[in-house]
């Protein structure tokens, strides 16, 4: 494979919004470019070194929602070592959901100090980061698209809800970094084309 310039790109967005379609797309699109590219969603599942992954679920049920913080910003440390250690390889990282994630997530459950205690932690900035937006009625249709239905998959995106005051944050969060993209009139296909110029144009990534 040819050795890249190191990027690290993330991707955000409520569920329905394609983001994981869209990290499958990205990392199969430098791929067959000939770029050593990971698709970070499938690696940190398969660490064998993460202490968090396996018992995420286990501090979601029992824990309260501060110490939940705590564990995931613990978990965002560890993977930006991680990250670093691929990057300085010459890696192409991409990921969904990341730090700006975690802070909507425990913004909307009134954990406070949370913005303060993120800032005092080393954690790596994405060169740059995504923020995928849908609209409700397509976002619906997706969902059901998909089956298998939970009770989470059933909530709506309402001025009121977490999904309104997720995706709110994740626009308020934008930087220089950042780069906003409705996928609701998109193909998978046509939000990853979208994505992977945009990655170009800003030279975030050079053979």
Aim: glycine share 4%; hydrophobic share 40%; net charge neutral.
């Amino acid at each position: 494979m040819d050795v890249a310039r190191a990027a690290f790109i993330t991707l955000h967005g409520i569920d329905g919004s394609g983001k994981s379609e869209a990290v499958g797309g990205i990392v199969q699109h430098f791929a067959l470019k000939g770029l050593s590219v990971i698709n970070y969603d499938l690696y940190k599942v398969h660490d064998p070194n993460n202490p968090f992954e396996h018992i995420k679920g286990k501090v979601e049920k029992t824990a309260s929602p501060p110490a939940q913080f705590v564990f995931y910003v613990a978990s965002m440390i560890y993977h930006s070592h991680v990250i670093r250690e691929l990057l300085s390889k010459g890696n192409i990282v991409v990921r969904s959901r990341y730090i700006q994630d975690v802070l909507a997530q425990y913004l909307y459950k009134g954990v406070q100090n949370v913005q303060e205690i993120v800032k005092l932690a080393s954690i790596l900035e994405p060169d740059l980061s995504v923020i995928l937006t849908v609209d409700e009625e397509i976002r619906r249709q997706r969902i059901v698209q998909r089956g298998e239905i939970n009770d989470k998959d059933r909530e709506e995106k309402n001025p009121a809800s977490r999904l309104a005051f997720f995706e709110k944050h994740l626009l308020a969060s934008a930087t220089s970094r950042s780069f906003i993209i409705n996928t609701s009139l998109l193909s998978i296909e046509q939000v990853v084309e979208t994505i992977t110029l945009e990655i170009e144009m800003r030279s975030i990534v050079e053979a």
